[in-house]
């Protein structure tokens, strides 16, 4: 192999970070092809189905700031099934905070607000996201 030159490669991006708060994001499914609706993506080894989506900042200093993140949905192990009840959860909160829910509401409105027809519902909801630690962003 012949050597490459990086010399005149435009320098890596910056992967500042967002620092740790409270965000007003979009959130953007990012489609793969398994699962029933064809949104999750099959991990590597093939054990576990992910959702892969992403946060993006929409008001403020971080505005258009991009956050990926992923979660397991389904698998064939123990901790699969543990990393999938989280991700319930997860999407629960996404859920309740676009929708306006508050946790404790049992109502048949409430319970009716959290059902979805498919993981690709969360798609362009707008939430409050937050964290205690900064988060790398593309």
């Known amino acids: 192999m012949a050597p490459i030159d990086l ?9 500042a ?10 959130v953007k499914v990012r489609p793969g092809a398994a699962g029933a609706d064809g949104v999750l993506t099959r991990s ?9 989506y992403e946060l993006i900042v929409d008001e403020g200093e971080h505005t258009k700031s991009h956050i990926f993140d ?19 959860s997860r ?3 996404l859920v309740e905070s676009a929708r306006g829910i508050q946790p404790n509401d049992q ?3 409430a319970r009716q607000a959290r059902s ?9 909801l707008r939430v409050a996201a ?3 630690k900064n988060w790398p962003r593309g």
């Open 116 to 124: 979805l027809n498919s993981l690709a519902d969360i798609s362009g």
């Open 107 to 109: 109502s048949p409105e």
């Open 130 to 132: 937050g964290h205690g």
């Open 17 to 26: 970070t967002i620092p740790p708060g409270v965000y007003s994001v979009i």
């Open 91 to 93: 999407l629960r909160a």
């Open 70 to 88: 992923q979660m397991v949905m389904r698998g064939t192990s123990d901790g699969h099934a543990k990393a999938a009840e989280i991700s319930l």
């Open 44 to 52: 590597n080894d093939g054990q576990c189905e992910l959702l892969k």
């Open 7 to 15: 010399n005149n490669a435009a320098p890596q991006r910056d992967f």
